[in-house]
Every structure is written in C-alpha cells, then in structure tokens.
C-alpha cells in the first residue's frame, strides 16, 4: 500500500530552470493539494485539485502549474525557478472532509 | 475563509507531565478539524480528527484533543509526555478547498 509517492526527494535548481514535481496517490481520492513548507509559516496551500481536470489556485499560486489528468497523479510544475521557490514541498491526498495522507516531501533548493 | 491559530510557537514540558498544545479556529459551518504531527525530515502524520459526536477524541500514540465550540479551540493533549513525543505539531482545518494548517507548535520534553 504507497499511499501518496513524491519525486523526487531532493532537487537543486539553477535560478531559472524549470521542473515538475510529481505526485501519484493509489487510494482513490477526489481531492489532491500540494503546499510548500517554510520555517515559522506552516504549510502554505499552492494549488489544488477535486477531482480530475479540475484545478485551482491556493494562497500562493504564482510561478507554479498544475494539472490533473487523471484522479492519481498530480504534478507541480516549476515554470522558471526563483530563489524564493526554495522549500519542502508536499503533496497530500484525501476523499472530502477525512483527513490528508501526505507524501514524504521533496526539498528543492534553487540558486 | 476558514484559519486557524496556533499561538504558542514553542511547548517545553519535562517527561511524565501532562501537554498541551493550543489550536483555535474560524470557520463557517461546522467544522472538521485534525492535528499531525512531523518528525525531523518527514512528512507530516496523521494523529486524530474531530468530525462530530464527543468532544473528546482520542487519538494515535496516546494523544487526545478537546473540541471546544464555544471557544473555538481544538487544544491537543497527552497525560503523561515522552521524550518521543518531542516533534512539529500542526493543527488544520477542512474547508472546501483544501485544509488549512496553523504555523505549528514545536513541543519540547525534556528527560
């Protein structure tokens, strides 16, 4: 049982570069999040998903794309890296109004 | 839009003393609420949630929280603290959207 499966763990980026994250989740859930993680501001929602083809935006949405083709994976897409990008980024999974499983987080450093 | 506060950046409790970590929300409706908890360079775990009934619910490693509506408050507690239990605590609330995290709690027991 994988639950939600992040790659990769670790990535460092040069200022500019692009990348996706990818995020898969074999339970079947309508509901897909990513957020970023920074110190002394908890996790921080970027983008979300109901169910698939359906996205929209969290709190800080700018400088990242996301799609949801199908219901079990949803990737993050870095469009041009910034140094302010540096974080932990999560993905999380869940059916409506249960709790989220996370995945095991990728941290990204962009110099 | 539905938040969350967890006003106490840091807890320090001496092992074999009871904790508690604070957590009090604002959301339209009734609420569904969670705590996780986060281990150094992991992801975050799920502990326990309040949908409805009790207002105690009990939870994983001994944990509890006490829903409060009057209050607002969801505060996490454990009778009895363990040096294991020294990790990042978040609180979170579900809303339409996604669940929305507090800042954390960083809880400290001393042996």
């Known amino acids: 049982n994988a639950g939600v499966t992040q790659t990769p763990k670790f990535q460092v980026l040069k200022t500019g570069q692009s990348m996706t994250l990818q995020c898969a989740q074999d339970m079947n859930h309508e509901y897909m999040s990513w957020y970023r993680q920074d110190p002394g501001m908890g996790l921080r929602l970027i983008h979300y998903s109901v169910g698939a083809g359906i996205t929209d935006q969290g709190e800080v949405p700018n400088g990242y794309n996301v799609s949801r083709s199908t219901t079990e994976d949803f990737p993050l897409r870095l469009l041009s890296a910034a140094p302010s990008q540096t974080s932990v980024y999560f993905c999380?999974?869940?059916?409506?109004?249960?709790?989220?499983?996370f995945g095991q987080g990728t941290r990204l450093t962009v110099v | 839009a539905q938040s969350v506060a967890q006003p106490e950046d840091q807890v320090n409790v001496a092992e074999g003393n009871p904790l508690t970590v604070k957590c009090t929300y604002s959301v339209s409706g009734n609420p569904y609420l969670f705590w996780y908890v986060q281990y150094p360079n992991r992801g975050l775990q799920f502990l326990l949630k309040?949908?409805?009934?009790?207002?105690l619910v009990k939870g994983s490693y001994g944990f509890e929280a006490e829903f409060n509506k009057s209050q607002t408050s969801f505060h996490l507690k454990k009778p009895s603290a363990l040096v294991s239990d020294s990790a990042l605590y978040f609180c979170a609330v579900s809303g339409r959207r996604a669940l929305t995290f507090g800042s954390g709690t960083r809880l400290q027991v001393q042996p």
């Open positions: 309040y949908i409805t009934g009790d207002n």
């Open positions: 999380a999974s869940r059916a409506r109004n249960t709790e989220a499983f």
